[in-house]
């Protein structure tokens, strides 16, 4: 797409299409790094000295998911001309403004916010119910995504 969009800059289907490659490829991304951020939490917690607190392995994954998400935004948000990366923010606000992308974007935060405070928390004493609300927030976002998307 950026090539034919190089070609014919005025042409608008080929930003429209850049556009959405780029926002279902932030989402598709964004979906493995919340479920991956989850899963590594829970093995962190469970692998942490209870003595100590265990911040290493905690630190750990809260690293690799700040790395995580800042590299997805990057290598996506990057290539884009600011012309584009306007567009790209007219579509998620846009976006934002629709029932099926609120759930979404609310099991997103919901999940990350649980991944983090089991990680940033020792004191939690039922980690996995935390764990277990964050998967369930984003997978019921989800189907109700496409519950609404289908109304």
Avoid at 37 to 59: C, H, K, N, S, Y
Wanted: charged share 15%; hydrophobic share 60%; glycine share 8%.
């Amino acid at each position: 797409f950026r090539a034919a969009a190089a070609s014919s800059p005025q042409e608008e289907v080929f930003h429209r299409n850049i556009v959405a490659t780029v926002f279902g490829s932030l989402v598709k991304y964004g979906l493995m790094i919340a479920v991956l951020t989850v899963f590594a939490a829970l093995i962190a917690v469970a692998g942490a000295d209870p003595g100590a607190g265990g911040w290493l392995p905690r630190l750990i994954v809260v690293g690799l998911a700040v790395a995580g998400w800042t590299t997805l935004l990057v290598t996506k948000l990057r290539p884009l001309s600011r012309y584009l990366r306007g567009k790209l923010r007219e579509a998620v606000l846009a976006a934002l403004r629709t029932n099926r992308f609120r759930l979404l974007a609310a099991g997103f935060v919901i999940n990350q916010a649980c991944a983090f405070v089991v990680l940033l928390d020792p004191a939690i004493s039922a980690p996995e119910l935390l764990i277990t609300i964050a998967n369930v927030a984003l997978l019921g976002a989800m189907a109700l995504g496409r519950i609404v998307r289908r109304t």
